[in-house]
């Protein structure tokens, strides 16, 4: 009997160590592949930033040799875009380890400074030869930079081995697998050997948002008191996910225009969870959650919700949503914009107007909705008190700037706009239509001079401007 009862015993525990070995594994399996998926996800984003950076050094190159206004003012602004795309994948990179602001502060300087001669071209008036030796002098420093980047990437994929079991082919490299850790170590090396190449390049000399004399000067708009490192890991890990614990945390100090401690939570499985907080005031400015993620299987509209209901949590109710694109590789996140209001009065009205410098962005996960990116880093640098003047162009008078042949679709709305000339004006927004295409018209709404004009490009990834 005694026997019998021993051997139940022992085929019951058999059976529960076969069963919790098998789980086990399973759940192994599936924290490896979401790994291996997120991975995949930063090294796609650190590719396509070298092809943005290669095609930002070919357009600077066709800008320079081009005969016609037209070409010159075309190759300029498509490097604006690729500076805002590659800033756009440095963002997904995500490597708390390494200070990557450095070399995205040039990319912006360079699509920013290709945009005031764009718009120079365009206003008919003549670029100076001092302007075009600084463009050629930009020109060298991105093909350094681009140079820098292809040979660390090239390095990452030989440093890889066969166990992560991911394929790339890139730079004329195929058949090569990656292997996390080593090629960790590789990319790490290179972005610190990156940031030390392009502190050694002098900032272009011009007037615009990503200018040094602007940056210079963009601290908190209305800072508080200082705070302690302790209070601000308790703000900071707080943030995004309240009561979670965490296996270490670390406190670094962060020096420039805006003083801030860096704080970052390690958890169990070794991903990470980040935030800056301002010293003056305590406030948040901006947070990211790189913890593994699966597919994304959410709508739009659920993750518009998680977002807004993100932002009433932290008393920001008032923003409106200026638009929003999924992100990473495939689309596993939505990043939403959204923006300040206020009402000035007009005649005996109040009238709302939207403060697009005041901008603030929310990601959100398309595999639970949870909230992995908060960035209010232009919402606290530019909400300060404002004074503002009754329009002197009404919108039926701004209207009559408008060509006759566009069709004006929804509501006009009074904006505050920033300039490449690192000023803001209010302006009349107009979204009209012409031959199938959308476009946001802004016209001053003091001078009922149209200053500036942005295409709409709406589809399944996302609602953007350019």
Same mark, same amino acid.
């Given at each position: 009997m005694r026997w019998r009862q021993d051997k139940t015993v022992f085929w019951a525990v058999t059976v529960f160590a076969i069963l919790a070995l098998v789980f086990g594994l399973a759940q192994y399996r599936h924290a490896r592949q979401l790994?291996?998926?997120?991975?995949?996800?930063?090294?796609?984003?650190?590719?396509?930033?070298?092809?943005?950076?290669?095609?930002?050094?070919?357009?600077?190159?066709?800008?320079?040799?081009?005969?016609? &206004?037209? /070409?010159?003012?075309?190759?300029?602004?498509?490097?604006?875009?690729?500076?805002?795309?590659? /800033?756009?994948?440095?963002? &997904?990179?995500?490597?708390?380890?390494?200070?990557?602001?450095?070399?995205?502060?040039?990319?912006? /300087?360079?699509?920013?400074?290709?945009?005031?001669?764009?718009?120079?071209?365009?206003?008919g008036d003549a670029v100076a030869q001092s302007e075009w030796q600084e463009l050629a002098r930009l020109e060298t420093s991105v093909k350094d930079l681009a140079r820098a980047l292809a040979e660390t990437g090239a390095?990452?994929?030989?440093?890889?081995?066969?166990?992560?079991?991911?394929?790339?082919?890139?730079?004329g490299i195929s058949n090569l697998f990656?292997?996390?850790?080593?090629?960790?170590?590789?990319?790490l090396r290179g972005f610190s050997e990156i940031d030390s190449l392009i502190q050694s390049v002098p900032s272009p000399a011009y007037d615009g948002p990503f200018s040094d004399r602007s940056l210079a000067t963009k601290s908190l708009a209305?800072?508080?008191?200082?705070?302690s490192d302790d209070k601000a890991k308790a703000i900071a890990l707080g943030f995004l996910h309240p009561g979670e614990q965490y296996e270490s945390v670390r406190v670094e100090n962060i020096e420039g225009a805006i003083p801030a401690f860096l704080i970052t939570g390690k958890r169990a499985d070794g991903s990470e969870v980040?935030?800056?907080?301002?010293?003056?005031?305590?406030?948040?400015?901006?947070?990211?959650? /790189?913890?593994?993620?699966?597919?994304?299987?959410?709508?739009?509209?659920?993750?518009?919700?998680?977002?807004?209901q993100f932002l009433a949590s932290k008393g920001m109710e008032s923003l409106i949503e200026t638009g929003w694109r999924k992100a990473g590789t495939p689309s596993d996140r939505i990043v939403f914009a959204f923006a300040a209001t206020t009402d000035i009065m007009a005649g005996s009205r109040p009238v709302p107007v939207v403060l697009y410098p005041d901008l603030v962005k929310v990601e959100v996960a398309l595999d639970k909705g949870n909230i992995i990116g908060f960035d209010q880093t232009a919402y606290l640098t530019n909400h300060g008190p404002r004074e503002f003047k009754e329009p002197m162009v009404s919108i039926e008078e701004a209207r009559k700037t408008l060509k006759p042949d566009l069709k004006v679709t929804g509501s006009p709305r009074l904006t505050v706009i920033p300039m490449v000339s690192a000023r803001e004006i209010m302006a009349w927004e107009f979204q009209v239509m012409h031959q199938n295409d959308t476009y946001l018209i802004y016209v001053n709404a003091m001078t009922g001079k149209e200053e500036m004009v942005l295409k709409m490009v709406i589809d399944d990834t996302g609602s953007l401007t350019m």
């Open positions: 790994s291996l998926r997120a991975e995949a996800a930063r090294q796609r984003a650190i590719f396509n930033l070298i092809s943005h950076v290669e095609n930002i050094e070919g357009g600077l190159a066709k800008a320079r040799v081009s005969s016609t &206004l037209a /070409q010159q003012s075309s190759f300029l602004t498509a490097c604006w875009s690729h500076s805002q795309a590659a /800033q756009e994948n440095i963002s &997904l990179i995500g490597m708390t380890t390494v200070d990557m602001s450095g070399m995205q502060k040039f990319i912006a /300087q360079v699509g920013d400074y290709c945009m005031v001669l764009s718009q120079k071209l365009a206003r390095s990452a994929a030989a440093a890889g081995s066969p166990r992560t079991g991911i394929r790339f082919s890139v730079l990656l292997s996390a850790a080593s090629s960790d170590e590789t990319w209305t800072p508080g008191p200082q705070i980040a935030a800056s907080t301002a010293k003056a005031g305590g406030a948040v400015l901006w947070a990211m959650d /790189q913890g593994p993620r699966a597919a994304g299987n959410l709508d739009v509209e659920t993750a518009r919700k998680s977002a807004k």
